[in-house]
């Protein structure tokens, strides 16, 4: 079992080096966030702590082989998704209108890869629930360095040189 833990560097790495190359061109987006109404950025922010509570409890529960834990955590991540909430069709539109396509983008893949993590906890696949433990953080690290660099400065700034040539 130690080597599937092992799989998910690699992709976590991954997302980092993503994270840290990527360019200036998107600080539109961060004023995406910003240009939402107040109830709108309050939906969108309960649903991110929500998502970073269930990946802070999924851990635990995979590495324990709690498998109908883990696939209740993936089912709640997948059903928090901001699109199936009551949002009114002015809301929709609004969320459209201000954020980015590719932040869109990015949240639909977070809740598709919550369900899929759903169904490999349900079918108790460790190496499966890994692999998309992994495609759930590295979708987080690239949305937050794409669109919430003003929330999270690290991904502003360029990766710094540590000496290491891995």
Same mark, same amino acid.
């Given at each position: 079992?130690?080597?599937?833990?092992?799989?998910?560097? #690699?992709?976590?790495?991954?997302?980092?080096?993503?994270?840290?190359?990527?360019?200036?061109?998107? +600080?539109?987006?961060?004023?995406?966030?910003?240009?939402?109404?107040? #109830?709108?950025?309050?939906?969108?922010? $309960?649903? *991110?702590?929500?998502?970073?509570?269930?990946?802070? !409890?999924?851990?635990?529960?995979?590495? /324990?082989? +709690?498998?109908?834990?883990?696939?209740?955590?993936?089912?709640? *991540?997948?059903?928090?998704?901001? *699109?199936?909430?009551?949002?009114?069709?002015?809301?929709?539109?609004?969320?459209?209108? /201000? *954020?980015?396509?590719?932040?869109?983008?990015?949240?639909?893949?977070?809740?598709?890869? &919550?369900?899929?993590?759903?169904? &490999? /906890?349900?079918?108790?696949?460790?190496?499966?629930?890994?692999?998309?433990?992994?495609?759930?953080?590295? !979708?987080?690290? $690239?949305?937050?360095?794409?669109?919430?660099?003003?929330?999270? #400065?690290?991904?502003?700034? #360029?990766? &710094?040189?540590?000496?290491?040539?891995?």
């Amino acid at each position: 079992m130690h080597d599937h833990y092992l799989k998910l560097l #690699p992709a976590v790495l991954l997302a980092f080096c993503v994270a840290a190359q990527a360019d200036d061109g998107h +600080r539109e987006a961060e004023q995406g966030v910003e240009a939402l109404s107040a #109830p709108l950025r309050e939906a969108l922010s $309960t649903e *991110m702590v929500a998502l970073q509570n269930g990946l802070m !409890t999924v851990m635990p529960a995979f590495v /324990a082989g +709690r498998w109908d834990e883990v696939a209740g955590i993936g089912r709640q *991540m997948h059903d928090s998704y901001i *699109m199936k909430q009551s949002l009114s069709a002015a809301q929709v539109e609004e969320l459209h209108q /201000a *954020m980015p396509a590719s932040f869109l983008e990015l949240d639909a893949r977070f809740h598709y890869l &919550a369900g899929m993590l759903q169904h &490999a /906890a349900e079918a108790k696949k460790p190496e499966l629930v890994g692999f998309y433990l992994g495609r759930l953080a590295e !979708t987080c690290v $690239t949305c937050h360095a794409l669109h919430a660099r003003g929330k999270f #400065p690290a991904y502003a700034e #360029p990766a &710094a040189p540590d000496g290491h040539d891995h």
